[in-house]
């Protein structure tokens, strides 16, 4: 009789393990609806993204142009924006102090001047987002400036906004 009651006892186990077994294969396969609602919000945040970097990458070829008014559109001008500019000198913090040197840079290149970047890596959350690339600057006198450049994104009420743009020239790697 204990006998039975064990073999009983261990089915019941089973049936039950089996049925927990099943429900963890079903939510695996398809997602809660709370889920379901974060990916659409994440696909959501990076087609945002994407819309936003590829508006900055035009923006950048007419800024190389003398024309940094699309540029600026796409920064924060808030008092904690930053940048480290490709060209050198001083770090800026603020819109009032990042927006001259934003007009300064842009006429740097001589009219002509060409532009092409690759995407190094990139990623946005659902406030912040980076950007890693390597951008490539042919002026009309044909000595090219390569950057690498980190760039930082806010999401604000208006959209993705750039915080914050750190280039520096790009260095042979010692073998």
């Known amino acids: 009789m204990n006998r039975k009651i064990s073999v009983f006892i261990l089915l019941i186990l089973l049936a039950s393990s089996f049925k927990y077994r099943s429900k963890a294969v079903e939510s695996k396969s398809e997602p809660s609806p709370v889920k379901k609602s974060m990916i659409s919000l994440k696909e959501k945040a990076d087609k945002e993204f994407e819309v936003v970097v590829n508006k900055m990458q035009e923006a950048n070829r007419e800024f190389f142009q003398g024309k940094p008014e699309a540029l600026k559109a796409l920064w924060s001008h808030g008092d904690d924006v930053t940048i480290f500019g490709g060209f050198g000198g001083i770090e800026e913090k603020g819109w009032k102090s990042v927006e001259p040197r934003l007009d300064w840079a842009s006429k740097k290149m001589p009219a002509g001047s060409t532009y ?11 406030d912040v987002a980076y950007l890693l690339q390597a951008e490539h600057y042919i002026p009309t006198n044909g000595k090219g400036i390569d950057l690498r450049v980190t760039i930082l994104f806010r999401k604000e009420a208006d959209g993705w906004k750039m915080i914050h743009r750190h280039a520096d ?3 042979v790697k010692e073998k």
């Not at 690759?118 to 659902?126: D, L, R, W």
Request: aromatic letters at 8%; charged letters at 5%.
């Open 169 to 171: 020239n790009m260095v």
């Open 116 to 126: 092409t970047f690759e995407n190094v890596s990139s990623h946005a959350g659902a």
